[in-house]
């Protein structure tokens, strides 16, 4: 029964009397038909009571319902109201925490000192709540059922008990076949396990610390309810066999944002990772993209540390992280996660991550953990920032400057090419570098090096440069002469190609390539260097290096100063070769000033 209109008045919060107290909520007993009842009790970390912590989703914030709290009214969402309904028991009060009762969310003080203290309020809980929503089609049960089967004969295989799935680090290390004679594997069942996935609770930032500090996650939906690490563990195994996503519609974003909570991040992990994972998460406001994080191990041992504080912007809140991480790291990996849409700002600090934005291109510096690429000149980082005029500054080199660029075309470039070859950019580059045998600024022949440009430096797994590892070159001289086949062209004609080729797996090549390749530009310099940008990219700007980095910039000059474009692949300068020329007086130091 939900409570209706009466002359109750509106809860009042009282303000927390010390800087250890928080509010524990009692969930009064009550049946079916009856008005969710409750009341909030002032606790103190010195002598905490024990009670279970709920992780949810608040769902839409323009629609609220009144419960009843200390003989007052008080305004939820409908979601927190399902999860309590369904945790009332009938002959005895719960003790619960639940954010936005138990923080007075008027409060931007309070709401700043108790966000900081998140990670301890779970980590504190007796057990951890994951409330996904009620069941309204009935699929849960199904899913459930699908999910348990799936972690347990995972388990089976792996000789260890599902309990046990919490002491596992990497779950993906279980998932070593793929069973064909599951009970779920059916349209139906695969059908529930994509709903479930697709629950909000999914696509949620906070949860981040909220499942990873609990000794204990148990997930709920309508009645049915199964360990936090059995729906990893089939997120894992969906993710493991391609087959079974492509053939069932489950929505990969959802069930690999659960493999990616159920992560055990430490200490040694890149503040820079977790930021920009969460960017394909959602929250309410754009602060708590950096604040839902601060309860995670590698915030909690940054210096200076990281504060939530409601008062300042969202701009000041995302420069605050790029300041500490310039403080507490050696490296500008930070600057790699800047990622501007088609056009830059003028108002906006170009060097500044903004969080709130979607992920626009995947990072070159791939996973900024450990150093893929280097410039060799990755030492010395020199940056000092302007906290008030919003400008940072670092010394380094113009190695070059652009002078042609074409933004890559994935529909067109590598996933489904028109029938007209005469305008596939990359197929006519390659013939006509092919027909003259050109060379390289480095000596190479161009069209080997064209594939390392594509695809970044890197190889399928990312973490292996393209130099000594055959297959996606391979795999490259298959997808050419595909091309060339469709031009018209008599392939045969191509031997030296196919001898190179051994007949490699041209789709993985395009599919590697239109990941690198997502709004980025293939663009040349006057000294004959290719690489691979950001689309923001236009002919005119500058290739630099910067002390401290280690991966090229693209910066436009701007009424004396420098705009940050974004990170860029150079093929010839990502190793040795610029100290050479550094060391040869060939380049001169410089000052940047970027705003």
Not at 86 to 100: H, P, Q, T
Not at 456 to 480: C, H, W
């Amino acid at each position: 029964m939900e409570l209706q209109p009466s002359t109750l008045r509106p809860y009042k919060y009282q303000s927390l009397p010390a800087c250890s107290s928080f509010r524990i909520l009692e969930l009064l007993a009550g049946q079916v038909e009856d008005e969710i009842s409750i009341r909030l009790h002032l606790a103190d970390w010195k002598r905490p009571p024990s009670y279970e912590a709920i992780s949810y989703a608040w769902g839409s914030m323009k629609v609220k319902v009144d419960i009843l709290c200390c003989g007052s009214t008080l305004r939820i969402t409908p979601n927190l109201r399902h999860a309590l309904l369904k945790m009332r028991r009938k002959d005895s009060s719960r003790c619960l925490w639940a954010d936005a009762v138990c923080i007075n969310q008027e409060d931007i003080l309070e709401r700043g000192h108790q966000v900081n203290i998140m990670r301890k309020i779970y980590q504190n809980a007796s057990r951890v709540l994951v409330w996904l929503g009620p069941d309204e089609y009935g699929y849960a049960e199904r899913a459930m059922a699908a999910v348990d089967e799936i972690s347990n004969v995972c388990c089976q295989e792996s000789k260890i008990l599902v309990p046990d799935l919490r002491m596992v680090e990497d779950l993906g290390s279980l998932v070593t076949t793929q069973f064909k004679n599951l009970e779920c594997n059916s349209p139906g069942s695969w059908y529930s396990v994509s709903w479930l996935f697709s629950r909000k609770w999914f696509s949620r930032i906070w949860v981040f610390q909220e499942v990873n500090a609990g000794p204990e996650v148990l997930v709920m939906c309508g009645e049915s309810e199964t360990s936090w690490d059995a729906v990893a563990m089939a997120a894992y195994y969906i993710r493991t066999f391609p087959e079974l996503y492509n053939s069932n519609s489950l929505p990969q974003s959802f069930y690999e944002n659960a493999t990616y909570m159920r992560t055990l991040f430490d200490d040694n992990d890149s503040i820079l990772h977790l930021l920009h994972i969460a960017r394909r998460l959602h929250c309410h406001d754009p602060r708590d993209r950096v604040y839902a994080m601060l309860g995670m191990s590698m915030f909690t041992t940054l210096d200076p540390p990281i504060q939530a504080n409601y008062v300042k912007s969202k701009l000041d809140v995302y420069q605050e992280v790029a300041e500490v991480y310039f403080k507490h790291y050696s490296d500008l990996d930070i600057l790699s996660l800047v990622q501007h849409d088609r056009s830059l700002d003028d108002d906006l600090p170009s060097w500044v991550p903004f969080w709130d934005q979607g992920m626009r291109r995947n990072v070159i510096l791939d996973e900024l953990s450990p150093r893929k690429h280097t410039t060799s000149l990755n030492i010395l980082n020199t940056i000092t920032i302007d906290p008030q005029a919003r400008v940072l500054t670092g010394t380094g080199f113009t190695f070059d400057t652009i002078t042609a660029s074409e933004e890559v075309n994935l529909q067109e470039w590598y996933l489904s090419p028109s029938d007209n070859m005469d305008l596939h950019p990359v197929l006519q580059f390659w013939m006509r570098n092919y027909r003259s045998a050109a060379r390289y600024v480095t000596g190479e022949l161009v069209t080997d090096v064209l594939v390392k440009v594509l695809t970044a430096g890197l190889s399928y797994k990312g973490a292996e440069p393209v130099t000594g590892t055959r297959g996606i070159q391979t795999d490259f001289n298959e997808f050419m002469l595909h091309l060339l086949e469709r031009a018209g062209e008599n392939a045969g004609l191509y031997t030296q190609v196919r001898q190179k080729s051994g007949y490699g797996n041209a789709l993985s090549f395009q599919h590697r390539a239109a990941q690198l390749g997502w709004n980025r530009s293939f663009f040349a310099t006057s000294k004959g260097y290719l690489g691979l940008g950001p689309n923001t990219l236009r002919v005119g700007d500058a290739v630099t290096i910067l002390r401290g980095g280690a991966i090229p910039y693209i910066q436009r000059a701007k009424n004396g100063h420098h705009q940050l474009v974004g990170e860029a692949y150079v093929h010839g300068i990502m190793e040795v070769e610029l100290t050479k020329q550094w060391r040869n007086g060939q380049l001169k130091e410089e000052i940047f000033e970027i705003r």
